[in-house]
């Protein structure tokens, strides 16, 4: 029994890593759509041909994201932003962002 609990538990461990390798590569995605759109204005549309191929909807489904439309929209708009995945998930720009909010419902 408890090498079946080790057992379970170290592939769990291995597939938590695998969920974040291919989190890195959604993000990485992101942060090549943004450089296209600053560079050719096109990032949106790159973002979601991406999502929608059958590459992209699998590293999607291995992220543990859901590949329906929704998500495609949102990657757009998160791409339209222009806003770097490194700086958007930063404890400052979170930060900011809650300010301004505070401060528009003021």
Known sequence: MKDFVDG????NEQGNRARKLFAAVVLAALDDAIADDKKYGNGPEQ???WARSRDGREVLSCAGIDP???VVVG????????VRTSVALSRE???????????EAA
């Open 8 to 11: 379970t538990a170290f592939n």
């Open 47 to 49: 973002i979601a041909r």
């Open 68 to 70: 329906n439309e929704r």
């Open 75 to 82: 990657l757009m708009e998160f791409v339209s932003k222009g």
């Open 93 to 103: 720009e979170s930060e900011r962002r809650h300010a301004a909010e505070q401060a």
